[in-house]
């Protein structure tokens, strides 16, 4: 509302962008631009609505978010009224809690009464809306309800209930806006409408899992969320999707310490709020019963037998001591996983080079091309800023398939081109598609990150360059960062000596080069190794597994210390971006072993180390980030940003 001099005159308001607005008697400035419905939120006045969505844009059909403004003859919707200068805006007349009712009546005309028995009770907006705005009794019997289809499979994870449907248009508008795959649409017209798939087909979408949680009622609902649980039973805890190295938030909920569902946990710097379907629906694998629950000890040749972990840790630093004794650090290899925290890797990297003093240490198997600082560049928020995006190959899609949303809305939103070209095209190639673009985003996965380190050159001069090269595993870009590489320490600085890559520590376990290896799992890409990791294990004469499920190399090891499964631990992991966000417990352990920061710590200091922290989370991160400035800066939520003269 603009403010009155003495006089009574209005008086000149700055140029500053912002819009002078009175809601409800409450006055404040707001961005040019901004909905009136945004407006109020800020001010935390709760306007009720059903088909708005702040991923997408506003269409105005459900007519519940109508406001009295000055000067307007009638109502208008909230959701799509732009804020003006002096604009004054009532939100709660006798008017608007007519029209209100009045909606929900309609809405709740042929509404079944499924309430009791509908997965969306407890968290569904007509069913508060109802409560809060609705009419107290309605004038329409029960036995005059039009009956629709109920429980329509739609594909292997979603089922509709057309019956429940109020038609607000959001999962059209997903498919439309969002994804661009226009899988679901609206059938017949006026009451007939009915919300369906395209031709009655199944549906495709590798993004089909956000369609429930965009919902505001239960027409769209998991099928493996189907009559298993109600809101007010879960336990939530916020996490990182473990699926894949783009570092989207999610909401663990677990009951009777099983996870029954991830949700989404908008990041707009991230995942914009949505998750894919391999991620969504990966939860089942965390409540399996396979686990290592008990620390061992199995002598080459003699029977198993169940210790304390800390007489474990015992009998792994004797045996580790014993080959370093025989035969030098060099004969020790330490094998991490992209499934580990950023503690865990920090610690696993120093125990490694300053207290075994291997250079032998790696996560992953390949030995991709050494990481330079321009890799790091490009945000996952600042891919919407680019002109051109260029996509080498398939696989940094497969990778992290929520980057194709990101994508898609660069495309849509901002008018970005999306060149998505062979993983080996040729630099020229590739300059010659980019054209004159400005700024230009570079896209590649750890598989073609060299060629991709060759096109960037060749793309450069005039313009803005920027990398994005996605990794593997959900925490395969902090254990680059924090040195578990054969080549580089620490903060991308040079190792004392360089060592042995992931396959390469096999192929010398299985020559006998390598006589003890230290596996901190789990670590998928090393089970995958089958024959070669069999051979290696078995001429190992020292193997000890910190790890979480049975497999070849928990079998095989001469000590075995049960871990903490991702979910069951807390900590940080960091995304492709660098983004360092933090991890909290979601389900308690599996087993009553202590969390891997502090067996790590135990073993250095079986092994001699002198000033080692004492291994609790927060002691060891706060001791990480004093060691890392790049951590330090990033704090939690931040992205590590490494100086351009970082060594290659």
Known sequence: MSAMAADGSALEQPDDGRVGVSIDGRDARFPKGMLVLDAATELGIHIPIYCAHPKMDPVAVCRMCLVNIEKFPKPQPACATVVAEGMVVRTETAEVTELREGMLEFLLLNHPLDCPVCDRGGECDLQDFTFRYGPGVSRFPITEKVHFNKAVPLSQHIELDQERCILCWRCVRYYDEITGEKEIVLQQRGVQTLVATFNDQELQSAFQGNLPEICPVGAL??????????????????????????????????????????????????DDSWLCDRGRYSFPVWNSAERVRRAAVQPRGGESRDVSVDDAVAAAAAELRGVIDEH??????????????????????????????????????????????????????????????????????????????????AEQKRGARVLRLDADTAPARVAAAVGTAQRVGLIADETNRAHAARVAPALAGKRSVRMLTITRGVNGRGAKDLGVLPNLGAGYQSAPASGKSGREILEAAAEGSIRALLLLGPNPALEAAGELLERALRKLSVVVAIDTRPGAASRAATVLIPGHALLEKAGSVTNVEGRVQRIRTALPPATSAPPETRVLSALAGKLGAKGWERGDVLTVNRAMRDAIPAYAAAGNGGRAVWAAEAPA
């Open 221 to 270: 609902t998991h099928r493996e969320y189907r009559f298993v649980s109600r809101p007010w039973d879960l336990q939530r805890a916020a996490g990182v999707c473990p699926e894949c190295s783009y570092g989207c938030n999610i909401n663990v909920d677990s009951r009777d310490f099983e996870v029954k569902r991830f949700a989404s946990r908008d990041n707009p710097l991230v």
């Open 328 to 409: 030098s650090g060099e004969a020790v290899a330490v094998l991490g996983s992209a499934q580990s925290t950023n503690e865990e890797c920090w610690l696993l990297e120093r125990l490694a080079r300053t207290v075994i003093h291997t250079p032998h240490i790696d996560h992953q198997l390949e030995a991709f091309a050494d990481l330079t600082a321009g890799e790091h560049e490009l945000g996952i928020a600042e891919i919407e800023e680019c002109d051109t995006l260029v996509v080498l190959g398939p696989q940094p899609e497969i990778e992290a398939p929520v980057l194709t949303l990101r994508l898609y809305k």
